[in-house]
């Protein structure tokens, strides 16, 4: 056999397997026969990512105490912390996140708010789905239920990061009169169409091995926070990638919701406070160019461009996002 069979061969091996692995992730589950392990790959799969999810907990900086909420969509996992008579302030996470990516904030946040960290329904996390979640409505309905489960009332003060950013912008839209104020911290989409980049090296990324994660998502996404390369930066780096990770080897992949660019009249309409803070070196679009259409067509938005952070601004610069959110908050 020739090497050039050989390496033909291989090739199309190579290629196959590819194409199962894509076709593989969008497969969808079957909720009339759903194993008790779901959505995880296999019970072991299950114990061993809560054994890692309640040791990566011993991060958290401030006493808390969490809460399992059931809903029509499945039970939410919250954690709570700060004063108890302090303004409400909920945390969405971004994509293939649990609530522990906010770690590096909820110390300086919970001064001066009663914060709800939660775990997506449809991601990583101790939520767990019991229903198909399709669309953006899904989602919000999802959030409006746990929102009246936990007695927030209708002063809700909402920050979201990446995916979680553009779910907060989905819930003002549709439940403004709930809200108090939203910071939307680099929200993927909402403001600017998704780069092709987003979208191979997520795929990429999804291959169960650290190289891919590492180098088609984290160093692209975290660049900032890496060029610190102080030990805290560089722990935060680390932890980050495990999660994402032991994730990644331990639930079977759900295809997540497509996030979508707000219109000029959705952001007019928008009839409540908004804080967007961008990176200066966004990857997932210019920051420059979001901060203009904003400024352009919804001037009453407050917008800010964060120095020396990229996709990773919560994480890169800390104690400014603290502060700005703070101040925003408290005006």
Not at 65 to 73: A, D, H, L, P
Not at 74 to 98: D, N, Y
Not at 111 to 135: C, E, M
Request: glycine share 6%.
């Amino acid at each position: 056999m020739s090497i050039f069979v050989i390496i033909l061969f291989c090739l199309l091996i190579g290629i196959g397997f590819m194409a199962w692995f894509v076709i593989s992730l969008f497969k969808k589950p079957d909720f009339s026969n759903i194993p008790q392990y779901y959505p995880f790959k296999s019970e072991k799969a299950k114990e061993t990512y809560y054994k890692y999810y309640d040791k990566r907990s011993d991060d958290w900086p401030v006493a808390s105490e969490s809460k399992y909420i059931v809903t029509s969509f499945g039970k939410t996992f919250v954690r709570i912390c700060g004063p108890e008579k302090a303004p409400s302030l909920v945390l969405l996470p971004s994509v293939s996140a649990s609530s522990l990516i906010w770690i590096p904030n909820v110390k300086s946040l919970t001064k001066h708010f009663r914060v709800y960290a939660i775990d997506n329904i449809y991601d990583v996390g101790r939520s767990i789905n019991s229903r198909l979640v399709q669309n953006s409505d899904d989602l919000v309905n999802w959030l409006d239920e746990l929102f009246t489960a936990l007695e927030l009332g209708d002063n809700i003060n909402l920050m979201g990061l990446s995916f979680g950013g553009w779910l907060a912008s989905q819930y003002a839209l549709r439940f403004p009169n709930r809200l108090h104020k939203i910071i939307l911290a680099a929200p993927i989409a909402t403001v600017l169409p998704l780069p092709g980049a987003w979208a191979w090296r997520g795929i990429m990324g999804a291959f169960p091995h650290r190289f891919f994660m590492t180098t088609f998502m984290v160093n692209w996404a975290f660049q900032d926070l890496i060029k610190k390369k102080d030990d805290w930066s560089m722990s935060l780096v680390n932890k980050i990638t495990d999660d994402a990770m032991v994730g990644l080897k331990c639930y079977k992949f759900r295809m997540p919701i497509t996030p979508t660019v707000l219109t000029d009249s959705e952001w007019q309409g928008i009839g409540i406070p908004v804080l967007f803070l961008v990176g200066e070196h966004e990857v997932v679009y210019p920051a420059q160019e979001a901060i203009h259409r904003l400024n352009t067509i919804a001037p009453a938005i407050k917008t800010e461009i964060i120095q020396d952070a990229s996709h990773d601004l919560t994480l890169a610069q800390s104690q400014i996002i603290g502060d700005k959110v703070t101040a925003f908050l408290s005006e």
